[in-house]
């Protein structure tokens, strides 16, 4: 199992990294609505959508999300109300563990979940999208080894059995020496951060890290209330799609909003 994880992550990156910086940026953005109207479909099954509702609620995240960046909506705005979800709404539903949620709430979450995350990873520079996406990728990788080390705390144990506190930690490590690398070898950044400049940076690290762990649980969340070990079986050693995106769909919309502050500042 582990390998067959290990191949397809491998696979996925390689693929994700030639479609990033060679395919034009029209084809780019239909890729990436296409990975959003998948895990739409995936999101409609676990609230219980029926096999064409679940297709048409595919079908308008992923042309939404399509059409969005296409018509250039106000994406600033778009990304602070998935801000305002991340830090306000989906801990709300988090602390409600698995007390009911109306079925049309959850549906209605899913649009706010997936769609400014797709249009995030295609507004973002090529670099910036890699950058933050790579983020993501050493917090969890950081979470799992030292959960799997020293893990004994549990996080949410109704949620998610398997994260603790520990994982946290070592995560939120991981995410503080990354950002410490990108801040000193990314040359616009670097430029940008002096002095006491690096504590924001930092806490922006941190927030991330914050809003990726929201982004797993509520996905976990989603899918024991479903009574669902996986989101789908498309991936190989990971489950759907919605399995692999379920932090950068927090983080991603965050950071475009995080940067478009800086950049503003």
Excluded: N
């Excluded at 290990?6 to 990156?13: D, E, N, R």
């Excluded at 693929?15 to 239909?30: D, E, K, R, S, Y």
């Excluded at 109306?102 to 979940?113: F, H, N, Q, R």
């Excluded at 079986?233 to 800086?262: E, F, K, Q, W």
């Amino acid at each position: 199992m582990f390998l067959t994880r290990v191949l397809t992550a491998a696979i996925l990156l390689a693929a994700f990294i030639a479609a990033l910086f060679w395919l034009p940026h029209a084809l780019f953005a239909l890729l990436i609505s296409a990975v959003i109207g998948l895990a739409g479909h995936e999101w409609g099954r676990l609230c219980k959508l029926g096999g064409a509702a679940a297709a048409g609620y595919a079908t308008v995240c992923g042309v939404l999300c399509f059409l969005s960046s296409l018509l250039l909506v106000p994406a600033l705005w778009i990304f602070a109300l998935a801000t305002a979800f991340w830090l306000l709404g989906a801990p709300i539903r988090l602390a409600r563990g698995q007390r009911a949620v109306p079925a049309g709430l959850e549906i209605a979450a899913g649009c706010v979940v997936l769609i400014p995350a797709g249009l995030a990873a295609i507004l973002l520079e090529p670099v910036e999208l890699l950058m933050i996406l790579g983020l993501t990728w050493v917090a969890d990788t950081g979470a799992y080894l030292t959960g799997r080390a020293f893990g004994r705390r549990k996080l949410a144990p109704v949620i998610s059995p398997g994260k603790t506190w520990e994982g946290v930690v070592g995560g939120a490590a991981a995410c503080i020496i990354y950002a410490i690398i990108w801040g000193v070898f990314e040359p616009e950044l670097r430029a940008r951060i002096q002095g006491l400049t690096w504590i924001p940076f930092l806490a922006a690290a941190m927030l991330l890290f914050t809003v990726s762990v929201v982004g797993d649980l509520l996905e976990s969340a989603l899918k024991r209330r479903a009574g669902a070990k996986d989101s789908g079986r498309l991936l190989p050693g990971h489950g759907g799609i919605l399995d692999r995106i379920d932090s950068a769909t927090a983080v991603l919309p965050v950071a475009s909003l995080l940067l478009h502050l800086m950049k503003a500042a």
